[in-house]
């Protein structure tokens, strides 16, 4: 049963990890009831944070992916204003923007979260 975890913003199923280590450290008998007490948690974070995806969360996705891209396209239109001009000044300042829009649209698209 898969549940959606609000810190990675995906769907995965949830388990537990049972540790060797702390069960032999523990002496087994004080392991098992702490094991079998806690919670399961995403395999991708670690973390316990479960929620359901909503209109907010599509909201949440196209607003990044509005400004992933306006990001990226105004870092663009510096560096060819920049190259125009023959400014390296305007080189300087616009690959950090277009670095920066691409990378988080990049991670965007990795993620699958297309709005």
Request: glycine share 10%; hydrophobic share 45%; charged share 20%.
């Amino acid at each position: 049963m898969s549940k959606y975890c609000q810190n990675c913003d995906k769907e995965v199923n949830p388990g537990k990890t049972f540790s060797i280590f702390k069960f032999f450290i523990l002496l087994g008998i004080f392991y098992l009831p702490f094991y079998l007490l806690k919670p399961k948690v995403c395999p991708s974070c670690g973390l316990h944070k479960w929620g359901k995806k909503d209109e907010a969360h599509k909201e949440h996705l196209k607003t990044k992916w509005f400004w992933s891209i306006v990001c990226a396209t105004v870092g663009l239109l510096i560096i060819v204003g920049a190259i125009g001009s023959g400014e390296l000044t305007g080189l300087i300042i616009g690959l950090p923007f277009a670095g920066l829009g691409a990378y988080f649209i990049y991670r965007l698209a990795k993620k699958r979260e297309i709005a």
